[in-house]
């Protein structure tokens, strides 16, 4: 009998420690759980960022070469409707 409750008090009490080293890596796990999410955060605030960036950097590009095609189209206008007025005084 004195074996027996040796044996179950030595159970108990290995139980408690397991236990006890047990509690300490599950707030880990919630910590790094918590870190894992603000990463993510993160880095969805720096991919939002680089993308307003890079639409902001096109759109101004676009702008940009818009206005010269543009004015490069026009003086061409220009140029062809001043030969054809040419050809046509010229007759």
Known sequence: ????????????VTGLAASSF???????AKQDMKDAGNS??????DTGN???KTAKKTG???KKDTKST???AAKK???????????T???
């Open 1 to 12: 009998m004195t074996l027996g409750k040796l044996l179950s008090s030595l159970v108990l």
């Open 22 to 28: 047990a509690l300490p890596h599950q707030e880990s």
């Open 40 to 45: 993510t955060k993160q880095a969805a605030k």
């Open 50 to 52: 680089a993308t307003k």
């Open 60 to 62: 101004n590009t676009v």
């Open 70 to 72: 543009t004015n490069k």
């Open 77 to 87: 206008t220009d140029e062809g409707a001043k030969k054809v007025e040419n050809k």
């Open 89 to 91: 005084n010229s007759q």
